[in-house]
C-alpha cells in the first residue's frame, strides 16, 4: 500500500536485473514438474510486516486446504517464501529470485503498493503473474493510460475506499465540514484524499483544513491544533496503523472528540495499544474488504477456521490473501495448465469468483468489482459492522 520516491530507481535496477537473466521465469520445467511452484513475496520484517505476515499466514491456510483436498490439476502446490524486508530494492530482488532461480509460475505479494511497484518489474519482464492480495494504489496496475499485463490484485483500489469514506462522511454522518491529516511521503494516504476530498465536495462539503505530515513523525499536536480550531464536523485520516493510532491520542488529547474516518490502514487487531486504549478509538470509521461478524456462510466458515488455527480473529489482510490464494488456484484450474502465460488470461476473465471479501469480477484494469464494507470500533477496541456499500 505504500510508495515513494526510491520506486523509479528500483524500476531501473530490477529492469537491468532482469535483463541480463533472460525471459520466461515460468519455464516449461516448472510445468513439467509434479509440483506447481508458487512464489511468496512478502513484508515479513519492517515496518508493514504486520500486514505482509497476516495475508502470508492465511496463504499457507489455503494452499494447506487445497493441498489437503488433493491439489489442482492433479499436482500439490508448493509455495516459496521470501522476505521483502518492506524494502523496494529487495521487493525487486525476490521478485527476480523467485522467477530465475525458484522457477515460479507466479507470484502472491508483496502487500504494500510500493513494494509490489518494486517487484512489477521483474514479473512483467519475465512475463509471470503477479497477484497483490493488499496493494491498493491505482498505479499498481494501470499506470501512463496502460493495464499492467501480468499485474493483478484481490482488493479494493484506493480510488474507491475514498468515495466510500466521502459517502459515509457526507450521507451517514451527515458531516458538512472536513478536515484533511495527510501523509504526504504516502501513495496510498495522498490517493485516498484526493478521492475524498473530490466526492465530499461534489456532495456539497466544505474542506476547512487541510494538513500534512511525514511517515516518520510521532507529533501531530500542532496539525491536529489547527484542525480543531477549524471546528469540523470530520476527520480524514488515511494513513497507517503506526500513524493512525498515535494521531488518535493526539486528536482527542487536544480536545477533538468529533468523528475520524480512514481507510484499511486502521485495520490492526492491537491499535487499542497504540492509541493508548480502547476509549480512544470510539467514534473512529474506516473502510475495509471485509467484517469479521458477517454472517455469510463462506466468511463465517473462513473466520472458525482461522481462529481455531491461530488462537484469534482474521484480520482484512488475513481475508484477502486467503482469496488471494484461491484467485490463483481458480485461475489454474480454469486454465488447464500451471502455465503463466494461461494463468493471467484466466485471472482477466475472472467472474463471479466468489471469495471471503466478496464476489469478484475482474474489470478491464484487473482491479476485481467488489463490495466494501463500514467497520468502527467496540468498547474493547475490535472491530464492529457499520455499513457495507455495494459497487
Not at 487541510?210 to 511517515?215: D, I, L, V
Not at 471546528?231 to 494521531?247: A, K, R, W
Request: proline content about 3%; some cysteine.
Amino acid at each position: 500500500m505504500k510508495t515513494n520516491k526510491k520506486i523509479a530507481l528500483v524500476l531501473v535496477i530490477a529492469l537491468m536485473l532482469t535483463s541480463l537473466a533472460g525471459c520466461g521465469g515460468g519455464s516449461k520445467s516448472a510445468q513439467e514438474s509434479d509440483k506447481i511452484i508458487v512464489g511468496a513475496n512478502f513484508e515479513m520484517t519492517g515496518n508493514a510486516a504486520s500486514y505482509g505476515n497476516s495475508a502470508l499466514q492465511a496463504i499457507k491456510m489455503a494452499f494447506e486446504e487445497i493441498n489437503a483436498s488433493g491439489g489442482v490439476l492433479g499436482k500439490q502446490i508448493e509455495l516459496i517464501e521470501m522476505d521483502n524486508k518492506t524494502d523496494l530494492t529487495e521487493s525487486a530482488n525476490v521478485a527476480q529470485r523467485l522467477i530465475t532461480q525458484n522457477k515460479v509460475v507466479a507470484i502472491l505479494g508483496p502487500a504494500t503498493s510500493g513494494q509490489v511497484l518494486a517487484a512489477s518489474g521483474p514479473a512483467t519482464q519475465h512475463k509471470v503473474p503477479l497477484i497483490t492480495p493488499t496493494g491498493t494504489a491505482e498505479k499498481v496496475t494501470f499506470d501512463n493510460n496502460q493495464v499492467k499485463e501480468w499485474i493483478f490484485r484481490s482488493c479494493l483500489i484506493d480510488s474507491y475506499q475514498g468515495r466510500v469514506g466521502a459517502e459515509f462522511a457526507s450521507k451517514s454522518l451527515n458531516a458538512k465540514k472536513a478536515a484533511l491529516l495527510i501523509e504526504m511521503d504516502s501513495d496510498y494516504a495522498k490517493g485516498l484524499a484526493a478521492v475524498f476530498e473530490e466526492v465530499f465536495t461534489a456532495n456539497g462539503g466544505t474542506i476547512v483544513a487541510k494538513e500534512s505530515f511525514a511517515t516518520a513523525d510521532k507529533e501531530f499536536r500542532t496539525q491536529l491544533n489547527k484542525i480543531k480550531a477549524a471546528n469540523p464536523d470530520v476527520l480524514y485520516v488515511p494513513s497507517y496503523y503506526e500513524q493512525d493510532g498515535l494521531i488518535a491520542r493526539q486528536a482527542r488529547e487536544v480536545g477533538y472528540t468529533g468523528p475520524i474516518v480512514g481507510g484499511d490502514g486502521w485495520d490492526y487487531a492491537k491499535l487499542a495499544e497504540i492509541s493508548g486504549g480502547a476509549d480512544v478509538l470510539q467514534n473512529i470509521f474506516f473502510t475495509n474488504h471485509y467484517s469479521v461478524a458477517d454472517p455469510t456462510p463462506i466468511v463465517a466458515d473462513f473466520v472458525k477456521k482461522y481462529t481455531q488455527k491461530f488462537g484469534y480473529e482474521p484480520d482484512a489482510f488475513a481475508a484477502l490473501g486467503y482469496d488471494c490464494a484461491y484467485l490463483l488456484v481458480d485461475a489454474i484450474k480454469r486454465a488447464g495448465a500451471a502455465d503463466p502465460a494461461k494463468i493471467r488470461d484466466a485471472l482477466a476473465s475472472t467472474s463471479g469468483f466468489e471469495g471471503v471479501t466478496g464476489s469478484v469480477t475482474m474489470d478491464e484494469k484487473h482491479n476485481p468489482i467488489k463490495s466494501v464494507v463500514v467497520l468502527t470500533f467496540d468498547e474493547t477496541g475490535k472491530t464492529k459492522f457499520v455499513e457495507t456499500f455495494q459497487p
